[in-house]
């Protein structure tokens, strides 16, 4: 059975490059964005199962691409995936339209086994 596409997006090079490597690994197709205006067209194009949002790009940070994600479209699952898990943010991810959040800096031990407690539900 194939594994559904994922979106990546992160405005720095070795968190893509590391959560692309993880995922590939693990048979997902990955498609990637680096901020959150092409993070919006690529999910348009590509509708991928789920978005790993980046929160902190500059320009269209991933709360306002999330919005605009899922105002947009069949909403796919989005995860943020982000350093800032304060009480407050973790709110304000909520209220954006995320589905969730994994922790930064990623673990290549338990990372593709967070995506995939996202993707228990998604139908390829």
């Known amino acids: 059975m194939p594994k559904p596409t994922l979106l990546i997006v992160d405005d720095n090079a070795q968190n893509l490059y590391l959560a692309r490597f993880l995922l590939e690994r693990s048979g997902y197709e990955i498609c990637e964005a680096h901020n959150g205006q092409e993070a ?4 348009q194009t590509q509708r991928p199962a ?12 991933g709360l306002e691409a999330t919005r605009q994600i899922k105002a947009g479209m069949a909403a796919p699952l989005v995860v943020a995936l982000t350093a800032k898990v304060m009480a407050g943010d973790r709110e304000a991810i909520l209220a954006a339209g995320c589905d969730g ?4 800096p990623i673990d290549p031990d ?11 539900d998604v139908e390829v």
């Not at 789920?50 to 500059?58: A, K, R, S, W």
């Not at 990372?111 to 228990?120: G, I, K, R």
Request: glycine share 4%; proline share 3%.
């Open 40 to 43: 919006v067209a690529v999910a």
């Open 110 to 120: 338990s990372f593709v086994s967070e995506v995939e407690t996202y993707l228990q």
């Open 101 to 104: 959040y994994i922790q930064k």
């Open 50 to 61: 789920l978005v790993l949002m980046d929160i902190q790009m500059p320009g269209m940070d």
